[in-house]
């Protein structure tokens, strides 16, 4: 069965304290992995699209990575208005064409 | 760009009433339409995808009779809650995947806060 895990569920860090948030999938084959960020009582905003291992996608303090079992998401000086929940979700080889499994998200908080 | 809006951002029904939902994609047109729904602190459980034109494909465990899904044109989808009760409050979140675009690649709406009394 197609699945997705990530960890932490929940990180707390100090202003400028840089962490990685993990994604592991099992799926038969990946067409895709995407992260998105979403704020409390918001739609998810999309960051970034993977498509094979090695791949690398930065953007601000973001940075994406991708290996054949896991994505990271490197924060880097991480601010206070980097606080929300991270989503991770991987679009699998055959079955529905077009459906996202998501994994649960890490939430995180950034202290000033 | 690949803006999607929703509306409304919240509603507050009666049960037994039905609400409509509106999943717009602004800037871009959308050949395929999802809805989702998320309880608090979970994660977005697809309920069903909308294709322009055709008849939604729903979840397992969705009640297509009860979640009415229309999808009437490249920048519109609806979700029309039937005889909402309580047990159906959450979080609804539409997404529309642009024409001719990746098919991971999905945008997401605002969501719609649904609270049945």
């Known amino acids: 069965e197609d699945q997705v895990t990530q960890s932490p569920e929940a990180l707390r860090l100090q202003e400028g304290e840089s962490s990685s948030l993990n994604c592991s999938y099992t799926?038969?084959?990946?067409?895709?992995l995407f992260w998105y960020r979403q704020d409390p009582g918001k739609g998810p905003e999309f960051l970034f699209t993977?498509?094979?291992a090695g791949e690398e996608k930065e953007k601000e303090r973001l940075k994406a990575t991708l290996t054949k079992k896991e994505s990271f998401l490197h924060i880097t000086a991480p601010k206070p208005e980097d606080s929300a929940t991270y989503l991770c979700?991987?679009?699998?080889?055959?079955?529905?064409?077009?459906?996202?499994?998501f994994g649960t998200g890490t939430l995180l908080a950034v202290q000033p | 760009g690949a803006v999607v809006s929703q509306h409304p951002s919240w509603v507050i029904c009666k049960s037994g009433t039905s609400v409509k939902i509106e999943c717009r994609s602004l800037?871009?047109?959308?050949?395929?339409m999802f809805w989702y729904r998320q309880f608090p602190k979970q994660s977005l459980m697809l309920m069903a995808t909308?294709?322009?034109?055709?008849?939604?494909?729903?979840e397992q465990g969705v009640e297509k009779d009860k979640f009415l899904i229309n999808h009437a044109s490249l920048t519109l989808s609806t979700l029309t809650v039937t005889s909402a009760h309580p047990e159906d409050s959450s979080f609804y979140i539409c997404?529309?995947?642009?024409?001719?675009?990746?098919?991971?690649?999905?945008?997401f709406g605002p969501g719609t806060r649904l609270t049945v009394l």
């Open positions: 997404s529309a995947r642009p024409f001719g675009g990746f098919v991971g690649a999905q945008f």
């Open positions: 799926v038969s084959g990946l067409r895709g």
């Open positions: 993977l498509y094979s």
């Open positions: 979700a991987v679009l699998p080889v055959g079955g529905a064409t077009n459906k996202l499994i």
């Open positions: 800037d871009f047109q959308a050949t395929t």
């Open positions: 909308s294709n322009e034109g055709s008849k939604a494909t729903y």
